[in-house]
């Protein structure tokens, strides 16, 4: 009975009189949700894109000395195994960002950096919006699971009226 009250109460503060609304109301979370959800994938995946991209720039720009030394040694077989390290990690970056490069150039790191600033504070917005989201939707279930056994008897009343019956 407490149940049904805390039910009856929620569902007239929010202005939900038909159980057409309810139900309206619950797929109207639920695709909220689901868009938020959709919007937190795709910005948690632009900012793993952009991480490695930015990493990938500072290799390339901190390697790139060594790289250098290297095209202009005379001996390059000895200047390679002295650098080697640098220069197998500067041959990496550039292979990963020979798609990247605009009109020949590298993208900013800085603005490479101030984009993903205020990407991550979008996630965490998304985040809260989300978790709110996913709350509210747990709460019409159980609402709605709630007047689905108010409005449908149960199995017990159900055979009282077919035992009264015979």
Do not use: F
């Not at 929620?10 to 797929?27: G, V």
């Amino acid at each position: 009975m407490k149940q049904a009250a805390k039910t009856l109460n929620y569902l007239t503060e929010n202005n939900i009189l038909q159980y057409a609304d309810l139900q309206a109301k619950i797929a109207e979370v639920t695709a909220a949700s689901d868009s938020t959800g959709d919007a937190l994938k795709s910005a948690e995946k632009r900012l793993s894109d952009m991480a490695l991209l930015i990493k990938n720039i500072t290799t390339y720009q901190q390697t790139k000395p060594a790289y250098d030394g290297y095209r202009t040694a005379r001996n390059k077989d000895k200047y390679r195994q002295e650098h080697e390290s640098a220069l197998i990690l500067h041959e990496a970056a550039a292979k990963s960002l020979r798609s990247t490069r605009i009109g020949g150039k590298l993208p900013n790191v800085a603005t490479l950096q101030a984009e993903y600033a205020r990407l991550t504070k979008e996630k965490e917005a998304l985040y809260a919006e989300y978790g709110k989201l996913k709350k509210q939707v747990k709460e019409y279930d159980v609402i709605k699971r709630n007047v689905d056994s108010i409005l449908q008897p149960s199995q017990e009343e159900r055979a009282k009226g077919r035992d009264a019956e015979l």
